[in-house]
């Protein structure tokens, strides 16, 4: 018995350490169609709890407040996107040493396809891009996969489930699996041009140059303006 505790202790260990979060995802999106040709800017504003005071409390630290700009070009069921993009980030708080670090600032420089299908009166998004990230100190590149599927409810209010998957790529990726992300949303429509979105979405992340892990569990809120 004390060999089979010891085994899995040790296999614990070697596995590294995990860190749970809570955390709010909230998003500004405008967008306006010109023939093929859609023309979109967002911005992003995360916050996270503090596991110092309380798991629950998901808005006392700042996580990330991120901006976007995408042009793309849709045809029947294809669309090709190029964004450009600013993130400034804050570290999850899992440990001590992570009050320590400062926020980093990255660039992002993402091509990307997506290919829709209706399936029943629901729609399936596949998408696939390639960031290719610049920070002060290095520069990494990484592929996000995203399957996606928008199921009506009613007239006015629609289900969105996501799964996406993110690899590290070159140049200079320190890791093969990056991270996954489940998700899904409550979507109402006001007018057709104007969505809200509210829902959760667990992300699963691979620390840099670690064995370490994070799990995040997020409240995702949204508003988003076709003009």
């Given at each position: 018995?004390?060999?089979?505790?010891?085994?899995?202790?040790?296999?614990?260990?070697?596995?590294?350490?995990?860190?749970?979060?809570?955390?709010?995802?909230?998003?500004?999106?405008?967008?306006?169609?010109?023939?093929?040709?859609?023309?979109?800017?967002?911005?992003?504003?995360?916050?996270?709890?503090?596991?110092?005071?309380?798991?629950?409390?998901?808005?006392?630290?700042?996580?990330?407040?991120?901006?976007?700009?995408?042009?793309?070009?849709?045809?029947?069921?294809?669309?090709?996107?190029?964004?450009?993009?600013?993130?400034?980030?804050?570290?999850?708080?899992?440990?001590?040493?992570?009050?320590?670090?400062?926020?980093?600032?990255?660039?992002?420089?993402?091509?990307?396809?997506?290919?829709?299908?209706?399936?029943?009166?629901?729609?399936?998004?596949?998408?696939?891009?390639?960031?290719?990230?610049?920070?002060?100190?290095?520069?990494?590149?990484?592929?996000?996969?995203?399957?996606?599927y928008r199921q009506p409810i009613s007239k006015t209010n629609d289900l969105v489930?996501?799964?996406e998957f993110l690899f590290g790529s070159p140049p200079n990726s320190t890791k093969?699996?990056?991270?996954?992300?489940?998700?899904?949303?409550?979507?109402?429509?006001?007018?057709?041009?104007?969505?809200?979105?509210?829902?959760?979405?667990?992300?699963y992340r691979k620390r840099r140059n670690t064995t370490e892990t994070d799990h995040?569990?997020?409240?995702?809120?949204?508003?988003?303006?076709?003009?």
């Amino acid at each position: 018995m004390k060999k089979i505790v010891l085994f899995l202790f040790i296999t614990h260990v070697s596995m590294g350490q995990s860190y749970s979060h809570t955390s709010v995802w909230s998003r500004l999106f405008l967008s306006k169609q010109l023939g093929n040709w859609i023309i979109s800017g967002d911005v992003a504003y995360r916050r996270q709890n503090n596991y110092h005071d309380s798991k629950l409390n998901f808005v006392q630290n700042p996580l990330l407040d991120a901006q976007r700009f995408t042009v793309a070009y849709r045809h029947e069921k294809w669309q090709f996107s190029f964004a450009t993009s600013r993130w400034h980030s804050y570290q999850l708080l899992g440990k001590e040493a992570d009050f320590e670090k400062t926020p980093t600032v990255e660039w992002r420089f993402t091509p990307g396809v997506e290919f829709f299908q209706k399936i029943n009166k629901g729609t399936f998004q596949w998408r696939t891009q390639y960031e290719y990230r610049i920070f002060v100190d290095r520069t990494a590149g990484r592929f996000r996969q995203r399957f996606q599927y928008r199921q009506p409810i009613s007239k006015t209010n629609d289900l969105v489930f996501l799964q996406e998957f993110l690899f590290g790529s070159p140049p200079n990726s320190t890791k093969r699996y990056d991270q996954n992300q489940l998700g899904i949303t409550f979507n109402h429509f006001f007018t057709k041009k104007l969505e809200s979105e509210i829902g959760y979405r667990y992300i699963y992340r691979k620390r840099r140059n670690t064995t370490e892990t994070d799990h995040e569990d997020a409240l995702v809120v949204g508003l988003m303006l076709r003009l």
